[in-house]
């Protein structure tokens, strides 16, 4: 069965520190695999990751895919209280796409 | 452009009421899709369109609901009989591509009583 898997659940850290959010995947046919930040509305994009080892950069948060060992990781560094959200990770595989459960970042100033 | 957008944004309706949902995507987006949120689940992928066509409904839970989308602008999601189990937050989203960038309405958040 396909699946997508984030970690941690939950993350509470201070505003100003650095935080490794975690997805793998096991999947057939993999395509491509997204991140998306949901905070009290709909999820918006982030990053879309295809090729191994290509960093996709913007602002603080950065995101890399490892396709041999099968995981993503999004960093966001500096973190600012707005960076408190779900953040959502999707791997693309044949006609569907698969949402992880999410990982609920909460930044206390 | 507006983005893709969903109504009602919030509906309640009692156990054995039809509900019907609705969605305009994002103009020039050939791609349409239909999920479901809730706590448990996550976000669930209910069914897609490609160019109005249905292409994948696997993810519909049961006979209950149905979608379609008779032009490239317009989309309804119908729960018949609703129940509430059924309640959640629907989101609609758009694309240009299959396994591209997906652009979400802002979600229909619905409470079956």
């Known amino acids: 069965e396909d699946k997508v898997v984030q970690s941690p659940l939950s993350l509470v850290v201070h505003e100003g520190d650095t935080v490794t959010l975690n997805c793998s995947y096991e999947?057939?046919?993999?395509?491509?695999l997204l991140w998306y930040k949901q905070e009290k509305k709909a999820p918006t994009f982030l990053f879309m990751l295809t090729s191994s080892g290509i960093e996709k950069k913007s602002g603080r948060l950065s995101s890399i895919l490892d396709k041999k060992e099968l995981f993503s990781i999004l960093n966001i560094t500096a973190t600012q209280t707005g960076d408190s959200a779900i953040y959502l990770c999707a791997s693309y595989v044949d006609d569907k796409i698969i949402f992880g459960k999410g990982t609920r970042l909460h930044i206390l100033p | 452009d507006a983005g893709v957008i969903q109504s009602p944004r919030h509906e309640v309706t009692e156990m054995g009421q039809e509900v019907t949902l609705r969605c305009k995507p994002i103009?020039?987006?050939?791609?349409l899709f239909w999920y479901r949120q809730t706590m448990m689940r996550g976000l669930e992928l209910l069914i897609y369109f490609n160019n109005n066509v249905p292409i994948d409904d696997s993810g519909m839970p049961e006979d209950r609901f149905s979608a379609k989308m008779p032009n490239a602008s317009f989309s309804t999601l119908k729960i018949q009989p609703s129940e509430p189990r059924d309640s959640a937050v629907y989101f609609c989203?758009?694309?240009?591509?299959?396994?591209?960038?997906?652009?979400f309405g802002p979600g229909t958040r619905l409470l079956v009583l």
């Open positions: 989203a758009s694309s240009t591509d299959r396994v591209g960038t997906q652009y």
């Open positions: 999947v057939t046919n993999f395509r491509s």
């Open positions: 103009s020039g987006h050939d791609y």
